[in-house]
């Protein structure tokens, strides 16, 4: 009885923490990607080709979304920082300076709300594996 309590309680923890990219609206997400981000990330979510050479000026090209990329090793609450802020800022506030990015704030045009319905469309193109393993970075942050 109590195993089963404790349990019961560590489901309902993880239930949470996963909360905000689960239920979205995947449909209305993909229509946001391909308006707002595939121009860079691509229409397939496969990025700019050699996405981890900075160009001439010192900005990355924009890394793929997909499982080949490296955001679903990023927690919820970073990813939408980043997509809200743009990556300059949320570089900063984590004391990295001096890194030009190329990674745009989409606070002006954006509500929280769409940038999770985009983070799930994104997140819903990952094998289960590594879309368990984004939940439980997420939870690990909380
Ligand atoms: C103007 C090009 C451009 C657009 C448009 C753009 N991005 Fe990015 N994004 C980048 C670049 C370049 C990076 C690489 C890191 C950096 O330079 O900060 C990046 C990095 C990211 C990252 C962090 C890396 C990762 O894989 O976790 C996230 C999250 C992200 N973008 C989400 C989005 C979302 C969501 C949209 C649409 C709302 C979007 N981006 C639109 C260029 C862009």
Known sequence: ??????????????????????????EAGAALYAETCASCHGADLEGQPDWRTPGEDGILPAPPHDVSGHTWHH???LLLEY??????ATLESR??????????????????????????FIRSTWPERAQEVQSQRTHAAD
């Open 1 to 26: 009885m109590r195993l089963a309590t404790v349990l019961f309680a560590c489901a309902a923890t993880v239930a949470q923490a996963d909360h905000r990219l689960t239920d979205r609206d995947i």
């Open 75 to 77: 927690d919820t609450p």
């Open 95 to 120: 004391g990295v300076t001096g890194f030009k990015s190329g990674m745009p704030a989409f606070e002006k045009t954006l509500t929280e709300d769409e940038v999770l319905d985009i983070l799930a």
């Open 83 to 88: 997509t809200l802020k743009g990556g300059q």
